[in-house]
């Protein structure tokens, strides 16, 4: 049972982390020591379900939980006080680094891994200086548009599995970040339930989908090429820590400063503590 509750732990951080522009799930999840494990199973849940469900259950029930009741909650946050927000996230990342440089450690260093490293760096970091072209409009769903937003959600799983790559950002390059967020809220005051229930089921399938044939590439590289593999994420990683400090608004108030100042040194204790159970 113990198990099972530092599980939904972790879910609901990984959940939250997807709420926040700039903060990347797949980052948290490795941060927190259960990224292969999450992969492993999303992968295999058809050969060994029990094992898989096992994980997964408390993960997810952990992550939609963190969603719904937050998501009002973490934008207001961002809204209102960005760079305490931004810090404890960001301590939680440099909180788990210890434990993904043991990944890499004593190997011979080459350079097609370096190669590996400022290849995805580039990528995350060219992905940070670019901006959402607007809104999509999901108030009426159409074949058409249903189609699009399962591919969106498509999208959205490789992103948020892949760390580095924050999938709030990438959703909000492609316009559906607001009107999703916007969905949830208005699912839990019960407003639009058949319609929000609709957009969130098909995002949902597409992410599904996305989550599996992204889970067995990954699956794939880190039997093949675990060391490789590990340089390229951390590549994604170093990237996405730079943007997030770039992204960093002006500094606010001592007070704020405090804040931010506490719950940074609280994000890397408990990104190290969560790395580590």
Known sequence: MKDKLKIGLKGFVFGVANIIPGVSGGTIALTMGIYEDLISSISNIRKDFKKSMSLLVPF?????LSILVLSKLINFCLDKYPNPTILLFLGIILGGIPLIGSNIKGKKIKVSYILLFLLTFGLVMGLSFLNGGGN?????LGFGSGILLFLVGCVAAASMVMPGIS????LMLLGYYHP?????DSLTTFQNLGHDILVLSILAFGILFGLVVMAK?????????????????????AASIVSLVITLPKAGSFLEIIIGI??????IIGGYRLGDS
């Not at 999938?167 to 990438?170: I, L, P, Q, R």
């Not at 999703?180 to 949830?184: A, G, L, Q, V």
């Not at 506490?262 to 994000?267: P, S, T, W």
């Open 167 to 170: 999938g709030s950002f990438v």
């Open 180 to 184: 999703i967020i916007k969905t949830i």
């Open 60 to 64: 997810l029930i952990g992550a939609v």
């Open 217 to 237: 590439l990954l699956e794939y590289l880190f039997k093949k090429f675990k060391v490789a593999t590990y340089y390229a994420i951390i590549g994604f990683m």
């Open 136 to 140: 999509a409009s999901i108030e009426h």
């Open 262 to 267: 506490v719950l940074f040194l609280i994000g």
